[in-house]
């Protein structure tokens, strides 16, 4: 089955400053990238999601990038802020129509912005 | 919209207990998850309905564990007997399909001492 490795586990980062989180996965049938932020005592919400025919896609703030070839997917926070701190997890499915939300999930990344 | 809607928030229980979790779905998502989160085994799928049917249950860890989806808006998850190793968050997610994203609600934190 899909296997899904994240990097790093923990990222400490001055406001302002960017950050980045790179996950990779073991499926090459995986077709579906979604990015979840989970703030303490929260479920997980989506903040972003690529399918395999992208390469890149923009949200404001917060891009994600995606190579098939090498089977890896990264998230890029711009300008970080206070309010960016919090649990974020990589994930990724088949996207078949009654695959889509069965989700690989990374181990997630703890990304502390610091004022 | 409430979003997903699950309860309680938390459960304690002692070993042997029978557990329910619950759960309410949007209105008009068509498919209903259940994951667990624990620090050992992080994120990881435990059952899904499409139209409150059962389509894989290959994530349930052991036959004390039991999903069921009696009508569109509503969802149980039961665990009986319990046991300690079940502590962990559960949580409920739906999404419409057709490649819309899943939106989880905010968990049953579940102790079994």
């Known amino acids: 089955g899909e296997n899904v490795e994240q990097h790093p586990s923990t990222l400490s980062v001055q406001e302002g400053d960017s950050a980045v989180i790179k996950c990779t996965y073991s499926?090459?049938?995986?077709?579906?990238f979604p990015w979840y932020k989970q703030e303490l005592g929260k479920g997980p919400q989506l903040i972003i999601d690529?399918?395999?025919?992208?390469g890149e896609k923009k949200d404001q703030r917060i891009a994600v990038t995606l190579n098939k070839t090498a089977k890896h997917f990264s998230l890029h926070i711009t300008e970080t802020q206070p309010e960016d701190s919090a649990v974020y997890f990589c994930?990724?499915?088949?996207?078949?129509?009654?695959?889509?939300?069965?989700?690989?999930f990374g181990a997630g990344t703890q990304v502390v912005v610091t004022p | 919209d409430a979003g997903v809607i699950q309860s309680p928030r938390h459960e304690v229980t002692e070993m042997g207990q029978e557990v329910t979790l619950r759960c309410k779905p949007i209105s008009g998502h068509d498919y209903l998850f259940w994951y667990r989160q624990t620090m050992m085994r992080g994120l990881e799928l435990l059952i899904y309905?499409?139209?409150?049917?059962?389509?894989?249950d290959s994530g349930m860890p052991e036959d004390r564990f039991s999903a069921k989806m009696p009508n569109a808006s509503f969802s149980t998850l039961k665990i009986q007997p319990s046991e300690p190793r079940d502590s962990a968050v559960y949580f409920c997610?739906?999404?419409?399909?057709?490649?819309?994203?899943?939106?989880f609600g905010n968990g049953t934190r579940l102790t079994v001492t």
């Open positions: 309905f499409n139209n409150n049917v059962p389509i894989d």
């Open positions: 994930a990724a499915s088949k996207g078949t129509t009654d695959s889509w939300g069965k989700l690989q």
């Open positions: 690529i399918r395999s025919n992208v």
């Open positions: 997610a739906s999404t419409i399909g057709g490649g819309s994203p899943l939106h």
């Open positions: 499926d090459s049938a995986s077709n579906y």
